[in-house]
């Protein structure tokens, strides 16, 4: 059932498979132990090149291994459908940078991590799942999963906090920021991971320690590269009902809160609706979200986002809060948000969020448009509902009473 740093230098002697029972786990074992073999391996994007490449560099090991098992295991790891744990590598302990989690796994009554490598570029996208879809594309990515107990966490335990927590309403220029931290080669920037939701769920229900969600985060964000100097987390839109819980795991870690023009937002979510605000689409009573029935569907959008403002606004006197509205994007990039996040970008850094802040922060190949002005145009098409008046009052009230980037 599956829900969907500190490893450093020295600890490799103790990669060891919980049983090395197989050649295939030898062999697997071994890779993770020799830094020169995983670059190897890496470049190799076909899955036939691939199998015979992990097929000599075995032989000359000492291990039997041949090309068409190696085919096999791969062709059982797939994007849609992860590696069941019965073909997981199994760790006793975190494997080594570049592996990082990307699921929840419960194996009897224990959770445990599933973990894949990740280029070194390869969290770039605009969302965590995105980068887990690219790295299930390689075939070493999919050959080299991995699973450990929860407990494996505890290795993380003395990594720094994250630079900064990035909460939003959605649709509100929170990708453009994590694209343009993404973009300097020092930041690691998590953008809504899923294993990461589903662990803060589970220390919601009490089900999981607040250090395995502390600790979950230093993985996430550990220092692939050895180039790392920051690390920020753009969360879920619906987390900001979870910030009472994110202030005691980081204390002391300042945090943002973006939002936009209501009708913008509105618009955006009726050309392509997210899933939180599809009515049955997801729960979040976890988080305190709860409709009783009496939201018509179509006034169910302003309702939930009208839910998200108004828990930032109950933050507004937290003097670790910053609230940026979307019109002071992405300036407030450089001149705001790092500098609440004590980060000072020096002239390189700048230039390249600048141009990170050009395209089109979903899909980065294409240029950025500004589309402000005709989504309020169309918003002029659209029956007013229930929610929309309380939703502009908060966006009004935030923007009104707090200091913002």
């Known amino acids: ?237 619906w987390h900001i009902h979870a910030l009472p819980h994110l202030r005691r795991i980081f204390p002391g870690v300042p945090w943002v809160f973006l939002y936009r023009d209501a009708l913008e937002v509105l618009v955006s979510h009726r050309r392509n609706p997210g899933m939180h605000v599809i009515p049955g689409y997801m729960s979040l009573e976890c988080f305190g979200i709860r409709n009783t029935g009496r939201i018509a569907d179509e006034d169910y959008p302003a309702w939930i986002l009208a839910q998200y403002c108004e828990a930032a606004l109950s933050a507004i006197d937290d003097p670790y809060g910053l609230f940026v509205d979307y019109r002071n994007l992405p300036d407030a990039v450089s001149n705001s948000i790092l500098p609440h996040f004590g980060c000072s970008p020096n002239t390189r850094q700048r230039a390249q969020m600048d141009a990170a802040s050009r395209r089109n922060a979903k899909l980065p190949n294409a240029l950025f448009v500004p589309d402000s002005a005709l989504k309020k145009h169309e918003a002029l098409h659209y029956p007013e509902t229930p929610s929309q008046a309380r939703l502009i009052s908060a966006i009004e009230a935030i923007a009104g009473t707090s200091a913002t980037g």
Request: net charge negative; proline share 5%.
């Open 1 to 237: 059932m599956t829900f969907v740093a500190r490893c450093d230098q020295g600890l490799e002697a103790n990669w060891k498979p919980v049983q090395s029972t197989t050649s295939l786990d030898r062999f697997r074992s071994a890779v993770m132990t020799d830094h020169a073999l995983q670059a190897r391996l890496l470049e190799l994007q076909s899955d036939t090149a691939f199998a015979a490449a992990a097929e000599y560099e075995a032989r000359a090991l000492g291990l039997e291994l041949e090309a068409r098992h190696i085919v096999q295991t791969i062709d059982t790891r797939t994007t849609e459908s992860p590696a069941g744990p019965a073909g997981l590598l199994k760790l006793s302990r975190a494997p080594p940078k570049p592996w990082i989690p990307f699921a929840l796994s419960l194996q009897g009554d224990a959770l445990a991590l599933e973990w894949i490598a990740i280029a070194p570029d390869g969290l770039q996208h605009p969302f965590f799942s995105q980068s887990l879809a690219a790295a299930l594309q390689s075939p070493f990515g999919r050959f080299m999963q991995c699973e450990t107990p929860i407990d494996a966490l505890d290795e993380f335990a003395e990594a720094s906090s994250p630079s900064g927590l990035v909460l939003h309403m959605s649709r509100c220029g929170s990708t453009l920021v994590s694209q343009m931290l993404a973009s300097v080669q020092e930041f690691t920037s998590i953008s809504e991971a899923p294993v990461l939701d589903a662990m803060l769920q589970l220390a919601i229900h009490g089900m999981a320690q607040d250090r395995d969600v502390r600790n979950l985060v230093a993985a996430l964000a550990r220092n692939r590269t050895g180039a790392t100097t920051h690390r920020f987390v753009k969360l879920d839109c």
